[in-house]
C-alpha cells in the first residue's frame, strides 16, 4: 500500500497515516489468526492462537494486547482460582483502590468495581497523581482498602520501602495485588546497585529500567515488610481457563530473564 501513495502525500496526512497503517497491519494480524480454541478473558477476543512477544510465543493478544499477567489477574477476578475471597466482588466491589501503572486494559472494570478509583505514576502525565511508591507523603496511612501495582517493583531502587508504603497506606484488612518478573524456581533475586549502564542492566535485569530480577525470595521480601500473602500460579486456576487463556506459556524459553512462570500476589495487611 506505501508504494502507492508518494511521500510527500504520506507526510500531508501526518498521524492519521501511521493510525491507518497500524489499524492495516493489527487487522492482517486478526486476520490470520482466526478459528477457535483461545480466548482472551480481558478482552473477549477468541481466535486461534495469541500472537508472540519477546520471549514467548503465543501469548499476547493480538486485540488487546494482554499478557498471561492480565489474564491471571482477569480470572482471579472472575473467580476461576482455587482460592477464595480474590473474585471482583469480595476484593474490589466498593473498595478504595489505588492504581499504579494502571493497565489501560484493566482502568475500565476496576473503575467500575470501586467505590474510590485513583491511578498514579511516577512518570506518566494520563493519571490522577504523579506519586513515587517508594515516598507517598502526601497519601495519608490507611486511606486505600486496595493497591494495585503490577510490574513496577522492579524498577524501584529500595523495593523494601515501597512495600512499606503500600502497608501504611492500606487500611486494615487491606490487599495489594503484585506481580513482577521472576526467574523460574528455583532462584534468588539478583540485584546490584552498581550496576548503572541501560546495556548491563537489560541483559542482567531483563530491561534498560529494571533494577533487580526477582527469585523465589519475593514473597519473603513482602513478608518482612509486613504482610501476609496469598500466590496465584497457573496450577491454581481451574483447568479450562488455564487452557483457554493461556496462563502459561505454550512454550518456555530457557533463558533465565524469561520468567515462564507468572505468579499474581494477594499480599495483605493483617
Ligand atoms: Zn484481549
Redesign the pocket.
Known amino acids: 500500500m506505501t508504494s502507492f501513495i508518494p511521500l510527500p502525500v504520506r507526510r500531508l496526512l501526518g498521524g492519521w497515516w501511521h493510525e491507518f497503517q497500524a489499524r492495516s497491519k493489527k487487522n492482517a494480524l486478526l486476520g490470520s489468526l482466526k478459528g477457535s480454541g483461545t480466548k ?6 477468541e481466535g486461534r492462537s495469541f500472537t508472540d512477544d519477546q520471549w514467548h510465543p503465543g501469548t499476547i ?6 499478557q498471561v499477567r492480565h ?1 491471571m489477574l482477569a480470572a482471579a477476578l472472575d473467580g476461576m482460582s482455587n482460592l477464595p475471597g480474590l473474585d471482583e466482588k469480595t476484593l474490589l466491589s466498593g473498595k478504595r483502590i489505588l492504581h499504579f501503572a494502571p493497565e489501560r ?1 484493566f482502568r475500565n472494570r476496576i473503575s467500575k468495581a470501586a467505590g474510590k478509583y485513583v491511578t498514579a505514576d511516577c512518570e506518566r502525565g494520563d493519571c490522577d497523581l504523579r506519586l513515587d511508591i517508594s515516598a507517598m507523603p502526601s497519601v495519608p496511612d490507611q486511606s486505600f482498602d486496595v493497591v494495585i501495582s503490577c510490574d513496577v517493583l522492579e524498577h524501584v531502587p529500595d523495593d523494601l520501602t515501597a512495600m512499606r508504603e503500600i502497608l501504611r497506606i492500606l487500611g486494615p484488612g487491606g490487599t495489594a495485588i503484585l506481580t513482577v518478573p521472576q526467574m523460574d524456581p528455583p532462584a534468588r533475586t539478583d540485584e546490584d546497585p552498581c550496576v548503572l549502564s541501560e546495556t548491563e542492566r537489560e541483559k542482567r535485569f531483563g530491561q534498560k529500567d529494571h533494577v533487580r530480577m526477582y527469585g523465589d525470595d519475593f514473597p519473603s521480601r513482602l513478608e518482612q515488610a509486613g504482610f501476609v500473602i496469598s500466590t496465584l500460579v497457573h496450577t491454581s486456576f481451574f483447568r479450562a481457563a488455564l487452557e483457554s487463556h493461556v496462563l502459561y506459556p505454550p512454550v518456555a524459553n530457557a533463558n533465565k530473564l524469561a520468567t515462564n512462570q507468572r505468579r499474581l500476589y494477594f499480599a495483605k495487611k493483617a
Request: glycine share 14%.
Open positions: 482472551c478473558n480481558v478482552c473477549g477476543w493478544c493480538p486485540e488487546c494486547g494482554s489474564r486494559q
